[in-house]
């Protein structure tokens, strides 16, 4: 079995997640699920970045110890994820004594083997406290930073470690160029290169005496700069620096917000070839999620809580909706309006309504015993088309095209049932036509219950279960969706998929 090695961006704990952490971590752990049917090893990892001044101002702000923030952050989050049916395998905190051993670990690494890579000089610039970094000139727009427009930059003077990024642009060029190191979608990965080519400047990657941090190896009086800090954490998870950690690393995906791809694409590949270390596969750069034109973020203000989110049509519908609608590879809009029309379009009248009239008429025509039917029908063609299209998008990542995919399949059922109008057929008594129909229904349904696990976990396997298929659908594998088993089966009506709520 290939391995995959799968991270999300950790996030700050400074204050409860949003829509925007939301649609990352949904869209990882849909691509997660996808690697497992696929029959990959995967191994998923998430977790929370502690050490950022902006954590210890919000753990004064409430009149608390940062550790005890921190700790209190963390199952929040966690709370969240878990409600949002995430499968990550490991859950890493930058507090936590294995990152710590893993930092110093690496950067003692960076001054054994390429000590002229790390050196000690003089900064001064304008620090944006929402990015946790120096900005440069192309970075702010009337005199705030891009991503947080509404917090002031501070001038920052100061005596530091910096790290030689400047020796590393033409190899991270020729790396991503040669598709070594892959960023995606194309859009993200034209920015780097126009970012490589322009030249790299090198880095500060200590700040002086911050009371809440990792110390700089050999200096004290120095902190690990808290985005070198949090990047290592894709390492410290895999057990290093202790033997065995290369059979995880390197990772095969990191997925990120677009906001960060400068410090995956650049900083972190040029700080693993200082460790001479092997660089990540790929880094994949979602867009964000706009509210009304904004960027959903603590510092943008929020117009709508996660929990509202979820509460509206529960966990699976959300996750569709971020991933269907919203979308994994460019900024997408969240609307109330679109989230509502899409769950009665597409979940209700579509997807339940057919799961819910194939179940009743198994169970009024054949006593919900899907029946043994020899022979592909022109429904099982359609099938077929739908899931190789599915495999195609999501291997490449786009699980918007997957669930559109799956969602011709729907479609082509919902379709076969009206003009193959199984009623007509078992009142004119042609059972075998209708075992026909009723069988290849069944096997569009199996099908459809394993191409949207990997988006909506729950119901996939409320429906795998009214299809009388054995343990879980998360474990099934994709031959499983080309062959559905679903003769002889003992199917139920079960309840009601996708509830029309009374508000819409
Ligand atoms: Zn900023």
Known sequence: MPKFYLTTAIDYSNGDPHLGHALEKVGADCIARYRRLRGD?????????????????????????????????????????????????????????????????????????NSDDLYVSEYEGLYCTGCEEFKQESQIVDGHCIEHPTLELIPTRERNHFFRLSRYGDRILDLISSGTLRVEPAIRRNEVVRLLQGGLQDISVSRLRQPWGIPFPGDPDQTVYVWFDALINYLSATGFPEPGYEQRWPADLHVIGKGITRFHCVIWPAMLLGADLALPREVWAHGYVQWEGTKMSKTAGTAVTLDEAIERHG??????????EVGFEADGNFTWERFDERYTADLADGFGNLASRTLAMLAKYRGGVVPSAAGATSLDELRQRAQAEYVLFMDALDLRGGAEAAWTSVSAANLYVQQTAPWALAKAGKDSELDQVLTALARALCSLAIMTAPFMPAKAQALWEDLGMEGNVADAKWTAAENPAVDGRSTRKGSVLFPKPATV
Request: include cysteine; glycine fraction near 2%.
């Open 315 to 324: 966990p699976d519908a959300l996750r569709y909706f971020l991933l269907r």
């Open 41 to 113: 090893q995967v191994h998923f990892l998430m977790g929370m970045d502690e050490h950022s001044q902006s954590v210890l101002q919000a753990a004064a702000r409430a009149g608390v110890p940062p550790q005890e923030w921190v700790d209190r952050m963390a199952s929040r989050f966690a709370e969240f994820w878990a409600r949002l049916e995430c499968s990550n395998d490991d859950w890493i905190r930058t507090t936590e004594p294995r990152h710590f051993r893993s930092v110093t670990e690496l950067l003692q690494r960076i001054q054994r083997l």
